[in-house]
């Protein structure tokens, strides 16, 4: 089993910045992917970004590329979001995410493991 834990979650104003962390422990795989994923009130959980862990291959949604910067660190075991230029539109619970899949795509069914989730409020 990963247990999965974020933090960094919190209030900001429109145009700063939050980053989120998330720490891995348990069974660490040494392959796989771990993402973020985010869900919006009254809305459907939506992928944001995604790390291979090993070569630091990134994805990103459209909706983030260019303000959210997805990194890990090995030695930690953590997964960081670092989000920049806060839109309101990017309210949502953040959820970290980790699958043995390498490859996983965008689709939440492909992530084994999930944190409990930690609230992001972009005021405007």
């Known amino acids: 089993q990963v247990q999965l834990v974020e933090s960094g979650g919190g209030l900001m104003q429109a145009g700063g910045s939050l980053r989120l962390s998330c720490a891995a422990s348990g069974r660490i795989f040494v392959g796989g992917t771990m993402g973020w994923f985010r869900q919006a009130p009254g809305k459907e959980r939506v992928f944001v970004a995604n790390i291979r862990w090993n070569s630091a291959s990134t994805v990103y949604a459209s909706s983030v590329k260019g303000r959210f910067t997805i990194s890990r660190d090995i030695a930690k075991n953590t997964l960081y979001l670092q989000m920049d230029s806060l839109k309101p539109e990017d309210t949502a619970v953040y959820y970290c995410?980790?699958?043995?899949?390498?490859?996983?795509?965008?689709?939440?069914?492909?992530?084994?493991?999930w944190g409990q989730g930690t609230q992001v409020t972009v005021s405007s």
């Open positions: 995410a980790a699958t043995t899949v390498i490859i996983p795509g965008t689709s939440e069914s492909r992530y084994q493991y």
